[in-house]
């Protein structure tokens, strides 16, 4: 065998990462079950990790096999690069429309949620001087920023507001509907699905729905809900979606996606560095990367195979039942405030929480640093929520009861 096709032989291998995985457990609360799963995870020691929304930790079978895959590029270099790596990757690309729910070639590789979200947002040609572009205090800072953007490129007026406090499943549609009406010239929308401030998760399907009934066009933000929310993409009726294979499905930094309706490629340009007319219909034309991490990319699969033995409803009760623990510990508390309701439509891992009246940034940077330097719990101010700066916990599916209740537990005494 050559060194090119041993090389491709062991690209399309996915490794061990399905053969490791344990038997499903039937509950989350099945805690030998989801031992074992954590039992795959090499994590900090000595510190609670409950800051797993900035990215999340691969399992070893797919850092091994990541390790692997990474060796077998060095070794063939562009043999295998200008041979099979394209082939191999259109494999993968199956693979994640699949699971999507999607066509093919509906979707492109990217380097993250962030690349193709900005790739949409600055290709987006159906905007007109005068027009307004809406986003919301939710919405993820880059984004806000690249909608701001527009004002000096398209010559548009970007418009946020906030989304009300407490949320409620109508209200949060009402609130959408409320803000394009104020603003009728509205001509694009920025929605993310689950929010990185407060872990609020939108009702997608029917703000999309009401956005394309007055003829605004969405770009979804579903950086945090693949991998920890059990849906595909057809059922949220998005035409622009960015997506993160580094969050919630655990492959390496370095891997997200980018989706476009077919039939509404023509309204995103192509990227600056692809001349010509032949790709005009092929939504690789939209985003040009450059060289990119071979091995990450081809070590999806594995991230794959890991996701898909333990399944994604699995993990979403699982992760829900955690945050439940605790934030559900505190809802009555007159001395907390959750900033995520107890409706399960509207929940997921992520969740913040501030003590009552504490609304500066200064107070929650300093609330997360109590967390850990006192009682070795790891967590994340975030601010921008019109409502004033929190503290986001965020467990993830190797995290045990007894690492949440050490949280309830430095709460309660910090309160």
């Known amino acids: 065998m050559g060194l090119a096709a041993g090389a491709a032989a062991l690209a399309v291998t996915a490794g061990n990462a399905r053969a490791a995985m344990p038997s499903p457990g039937a509950l989350p609360t099945d805690t030998s079950y989801w031992r074992s799963i954590a039992a795959q ?27 692997r895959k990474l060796d077998m590029v060095n070794r063939a270099t562009s043999l295998y690069s200008r041979g099979d790596f394209w082939p191999d990757l259109m494999k993968l690309r199956a693979r994640a429309a699949a699971i999507l729910g999607v066509q093919p070639d509906e979707i492109a590789f990217t ?64 609130a959408y509907a409320r803000a394009l009406d104020a603003h009728p010239r509205t001509r694009l929308m920025l929605l993310t699905h689950v929010g990185h401030r407060t872990g609020l998760v939108m009702p997608v399907k029917e703000i999309v729905a009401l956005a ?21 993409l057809a059922s949220l009726d998005a035409d622009f979606v960015g997506l993160t294979c580094q969050k919630w499905i655990g492959a390496p930094i370095g891997v997200g996606i980018l989706y476009i309706r077919k039939s509404r490629l023509d309204a995103i340009d192509h990227a600056m560095g692809v001349e010509g007319d032949g790709g005009r219909d092929d939504i690789n034309s939209r985003i040009h990367t450059g060289t990119a991490n071979f091995g990450a990319f081809l070590a999806l699969a594995d991230a794959l195979d890991f ?78 929520v019109a409502s004033g700066a929190c503290v986001r916990v965020t467990p993830g599916i190797f995290t045990s009861e007894d690492e949440i209740d050490r949280l309830i537990g430095a709460i309660k005494s910090l309160r």
Request: charged share 25%; glycine share 8%; hydrophobic share 40%.
């Open 41 to 67: 995870y090499d994590l900090p020691p000595n510190v609670v990790q409950l800051e797993n929304g900035n990215w999340g930790a691969m399992a070893r079978p797919v850092t091994e096999a990541y390790a």
């Open 111 to 174: 380097r993250g949620a962030t690349e193709s979200l900005l790739t949409l947002i600055g290709g987006y040609n159906r905007l007109r001087p005068g027009d307004q572009v809406l986003f919301a205090d939710l919405d993820y800072d880059s984004m806000q920023a690249g909608f701001r953007w527009m004002r000096d490129r398209r010559g548009v007026e970007p418009v946020s507001f906030a989304i009300p406090e407490p949320a409620t499943y109508q209200g949060l549609i009402d």
């Open 212 to 232: 394309k009934a007055r003829g605004v066009d969405v770009i979804l933000d579903a950086a945090h809900s693949w991998g920890q929310l059990d849906f595909d």
């Open 307 to 384: 996701h898909e033995g333990i399944g994604v409803r699995a993990k979403e009760q699982r992760l829900r039942h955690l945050r439940d623990r605790w934030a559900e510990t505190f809802r009555e508390d007159p001395k907390v405030e959750i900033l995520t309701p107890a409706d399960p439509r509207l929940t997921c891992a992520l969740t913040s929480f501030r003590l009552r009246g504490q609304t500066s940034i200064a107070q929650n940077k300093a609330l997360a640093n109590r967390l850990l330097e006192q009682f070795r719990i790891f967590t994340v101010h975030r601010d921008g």
